[in-house]
């Protein structure tokens, strides 16, 4: 699509960022624990002994844990669940014909490896948005790794930690960026061969832009939830939108980083002005101005005006945004009418902030366009698709003239040979 090419994007893409991550990750597969403690002092500043955060420190984190951040991490957790229960999916049977049955059975993959970003700040709330669904999916191993803090002597932040030990997960590790997806899907072993890290199936959770380089890099060793780069926002609004509203939005999620994306996308330039002038007076506010101005003035930020809705919608399509708020008259219908998109925030009571936290919904989701061909972090994140399939002799003899017709065509005889073998001791074809 010709949008594609002209919408708003960052300078750094995540396949710019692989011949910084290749060497990482192969140092990691190569050398394990050593690698990760070196690469952990390099990017963190910070040299510790071991990558595993221990017990003791996980439950510390509990019990020091601010009681109005923990009621507000239970009602996040509780909502999830509640989310998650109804993504689970049933085993499900076909009759094709008298005889001849398909079945899909959903099973959980076995071991997994989630990502909680730090940094510029701390996410007990990726902690819920990547746990939950796994438990809710069944996966009976999971691991979490965290970047290490140098202010708390090597380890992860306690509040991340905290919410580890809430949702019953022990097995935390302190390691970040690429290295740290490239330990989980390698696995890693210490100085002596003992493995201390096992590798997982899949790995999920959102980062920089080298932690979704580094995702794209592995994937195919393990899976992948989707490359979850540094946040989006795009807003589309008609002048029904209230420009303080829009303006909080956008601000909201240019604090996370100074690469994030803000896209107002409008057809009324009366609204465009007013959201300018107000962000003027937001920004300056703001406790993180210095990096949201950073944001906000990048490439990847911009007001894109269109003639009406209509051309509104197309340009949020092509865009594809992490999180798209539409903020219109009748904004359910204009909604429905999104095709590509992480998530969609309808109506001017429901902010993305809702769903970094306490909505419900998950907050990892596809970044950079990838929402064109990927979906949230979900439940089915966790899921395989296992078919099943039975037929009996009746079913096979009516089907086989079929299969023989089409091996043949593909010049793949013994395809039809292996249906034929079964009814060769009658002395007949069937």
Not at 167 to 175: D, H, I, K, S, T
Not at 263 to 291: F, Y
Not at 367 to 396: K, M, N, P, W
Request: glycine share 10%; aromatic share 4%.
């Amino acid at each position: 699509m010709a949008l594609r090419a002209v919408v708003p994007r960052a300078d750094v893409d995540v396949a710019a960022a692989l011949s910084a991550v290749a060497p990482i990750c192969e140092d990691v597969r190569a050398r394990g624990v050593p690698a990760l403690l070196e690469l952990t002092e390099r990017f963190d500043g910070v040299r510790t002994e071991d990558v595993r955060v221990p017990a003791r420190a996980l439950a510390d984190a509990l019990e020091a844990l601010d009681p109005d951040v923990r009621a507000g991490l239970e009602e996040s957790i509780r909502r999830a669940r509640l989310v998650a229960a109804d993504q689970l999916r049933t085993t499900t049977a076909t009759q094709v014909v008298p005889g001849g049955r398909v079945a899909q059975r959903w099973v959980p993959v076995g071991r997994v490896g989630l990502y909680v970003p730090g940094g510029r700040a701390v996410y007990p709330s990726s902690v819920v948005m990547n746990v939950v669904p796994a438990q809710v999916a069944g996966v009976g191993s999971i691991a979490v790794t965290t970047p290490a803090q140098k202010e708390f002597g090597g380890s992860g932040h306690p509040t991340v930690l905290a919410a580890c030990a809430l949702l019953g997960v022990q097995e935390v590790y302190a390691v970040g960026g690429a290295q740290a997806i490239a330990m989980f899907a390698y696995g890693a072993r210490d100085a002596e061969g003992t493995v201390v890290v096992e590798p997982v199936d899949v790995v999920t959770g959102p980062g920089n832009i080298y932690v979704a380089s580094a995702k794209r890099y592995v994937q195919g060793t393990v899976g992948i939830d989707s490359e979850a780069g540094p946040t989006e926002i795009a807003v589309l609004a008609d002048a029904t939108a209230d420009p303080v509203h829009v303006a909080a939005d956008l601000v909201s999620q240019a604090e996370h980083d100074p690469m994030a994306a803000a896209v107002l996308v409008t057809d009324s330039p009366r609204l465009a002005d007013a959201v300018e002038a107000v962000l003027g007076e937001r920004v300056a506010a703001t406790k993180h101005a210095g990096r949201i101005e950073q944001a906000l003035r990048g490439r990847q930020s911009a007001i894109v005006l269109v003639d009406d809705v209509e051309a509104g919608l197309a340009v949020v399509d092509a865009y594809g945004a992490e999180h798209l708020e539409v903020q219109t008259a009748d904004a359910a219908a204009v909604a429905a009418r999104v095709r590509t998109a992480g998530a969609i925030f309808v109506g001017p009571h429901t902010p993305v902030s809702l769903g970094d936290y306490c909505a419900g919904s998950n907050h990892v989701l596809p970044t950079g366009g990838t929402a064109a061909h990927s979906g949230g972090l979900g439940v089915q994140t966790f899921l395989r698709g296992i078919q099943v399939v039975e037929y009996d002799e009746h079913a096979l003899r009516e089907v086989a003239p079929h299969v023989v017709a089409l091996a043949q065509a593909e010049d793949l005889p013994a395809h039809g040979e292996a249906v034929t073998a079964r009814f060769a001791a009658e002395g007949s074809a069937p």
